[in-house]
């Protein structure tokens, strides 16, 4: 079972109320394999809300309000699902101030990327649950992972 962010899986819960579908990721949820969860809902924040970015390690949306500790609330009850089913994996949306694993908006909302990673793929990974993003699945070899899964 792995953890797999509920955008992917084609649930309207990004920011702007849209989806980001990947239909491998989709077809995991399906059959039973992955559990999908937004950590921005999970953290209390409602779905339309302002986009966020990561600036000196907090999480500020659009309207220049600090909302880090929903980000960080919405982590925490990330990792108690994965650890409550046993994940040792997670699948979770690129560049997201919340999902993204080694390039995160940089805070200024102009669309410049910067090294680091968003609240919830930061505490995965501190927690020993593997995290790749749905660009670096794409390039991995799925049926490999899937039946890592099985």
Do not use: H
């Not at 953890?3 to 989709?26: E, T």
């Amino acid at each position: 079972m792995i953890i797999v962010s509920a955008c992917l899986a084609g649930f309207p819960c990004r920011y702007d109320g849209k989806k980001a579908i990947n239909s491998a990721v989709q077809q995991l949820v399906k059959e039973g394999k992955a559990i999908p969860v937004c950590p921005e809902q999970l953290g209390g924040l409602p779905t339309p809300r302002s986009a966020a970015e990561i600036k000196a390690g907090k999480v500020i949306n659009s309207d220049g309000d600090d909302v880090t500790e929903a980000f960080e609330k919405g982590a925490a009850v990330v990792l108690e699902i994965a650890q409550q089913y046993g994940c040792t994996d997670a699948l979770l949306k690129a560049r997201s101030p919340s999902c993204g694993k080694g390039l995160v908006y940089d805070g200024s909302f102009s669309g410049i990327l910067t090294v680091g990673n968003g609240k919830t793929a930061d505490l995965l990974m501190k927690n020993g649950i593997t995290v790749m993003t749905e660009e670096e699945w794409n390039d991995a070899d799925f049926s490999l992972f899937c039946l890592n899964q099985g």
